[in-house]
């Protein structure tokens, strides 16, 4: 019988594995649409075709317009999209999770609801960051301390090596042009960083709001996520830009970030990182992986049963 979770179009077997697409791809000034199982990108130099299936997260910049068909190709593709400004990013969109199973999302909110397990979390993910120190025993406020002091350390070791004049972190939400050229270079690698995790953690059918870092917004765990990778990929490209000049920081930033994040595949790492901080005993085929449509009904003593069953019978398990 159909169930809620069958899908009758493209299959994850069917399309790249997150992990292994393109990490986003930014456009602007022109009208995004589709042509079979891609997206076309039209401006006044013609029409390029983009393989909708390979993108991790597609980057709207100013003056684009995007059809119906195109958002539904992007959709079934399991494809991120987002709305980004001068301003900033907003994430309006996304596609849906290229996983079957809600292992992921159920271990996430078993890590979440549990204060000690979400503190656990959090110091693995300074671990990730640090590895040259043990968070072992840090509390909260312990760790907000370490963790601005390192970027802190991180900012000054930049400038000195690319001779970027810093005197701080300063950014006005809304007046990216305020800044000087080492802050905006700052700013527009962030907004690289939460589009290609919100790509991830969408695909993998994480909850976004449930942060365990961050709080109170309804990304709260993209921030964790695309924070993972401030401070070695982020920051240094961000200076490497702003010491090559003034201009054209914001474009030159993403076409940087671009380059170097699919140098170095960070989708893979990013959806190894999620499931060894989610699931840390998970190994090769565990169900967050699955590719069949399974929905079973939850029961006593933490069973699960089949579902499609009508069990008014008197059915015992």
């Known amino acids: 019988m159909s169930t809620i979770g069958k899908r009758n179009l493209s299959t994850p077997r069917e399309l790249t594995r997150v992990g292994d697409r393109l990490s986003f791809v930014y456009l602007e000034r022109c009208v995004v649409h589709r042509d079979a199982n891609a997206i076309t990108a039209e401006d006044a130099q013609g029409t390029t075709h983009i393989p909708s299936a390979t993108i991790g997260t597609l980057l709207l910049g100013p003056g684009t317009r995007i059809t119906h068909q195109a958002m539904s190709v992007l959709g079934e593709s399991g494809a991120g999209v987002v709305w980004v400004g001068e301003q900033g990013v907003r994430f309006y969109a996304g596609g849906r999770a290229l996983s079957r199973s809600s292992a992921l999302v159920e271990a996430q909110a078993t890590q979440w609801a549990n204060r000690r397990s979400r503190l656990h979390v959090a110091r693995a993910m300074y671990r990730l960051r640090f590895p040259d120190e043990d968070p072992a025993g840090c509390t909260r406020h312990e760790l907000l301390g370490r963790e601005g002091s390192r970027v ?10 690319t001779g ?16 000087d050229a080492a802050n905006q270079a700052v700013t527009a690698a962030a907004q690289c960083m939460y589009g290609i995790a919100q790509a991830v953690v969408s695909a993998l059918g994480c909850a976004p709001g449930l942060g365990f870092v961050h709080s109170g917004h309804e990304l709260s765990f993209v921030l964790d996520v695309a924070d993972l990778y401030k401070t070695e990929i982020g920051i240094p490209i961000a200076f490497d830009v702003a010491a090559e ?22 989708l893979d790492r990013c959806v190894r990182d999620i499931k060894g901080l989610l699931l840390p005993d ?25 579902s499609g069953v009508n069990y008014a019978d008197g059915v015992v398990w």
Do not use: H, I
Not at 152 to 161: G, L, V
Not at 169 to 176: K, L, M, S
Not at 286 to 302: F, H, I, K, M, W
């Open 152 to 161: 802190k350390d991180c900012y000054r070791k930049e400038a000195a090596r």
């Open 164 to 179: 970027v004049p810093w005197r701080g972190r300063r950014f006005t939400p809304g007046d990216f042009a305020s800044g």
């Open 245 to 266: 000049g003034d201009d054209d920081v914001g474009s030159r930033t993403r076409r940087a970030v671009r380059d170097r994040v699919n140098e170095v595949a960070l």
């Open 282 to 306: 998970m190994e090769s085929g565990d169900p967050a992986e699955d590719y069949d449509d399974r929905v079973t009904l939850q029961s006593d003593r933490g069973q699960d049963v089949e």
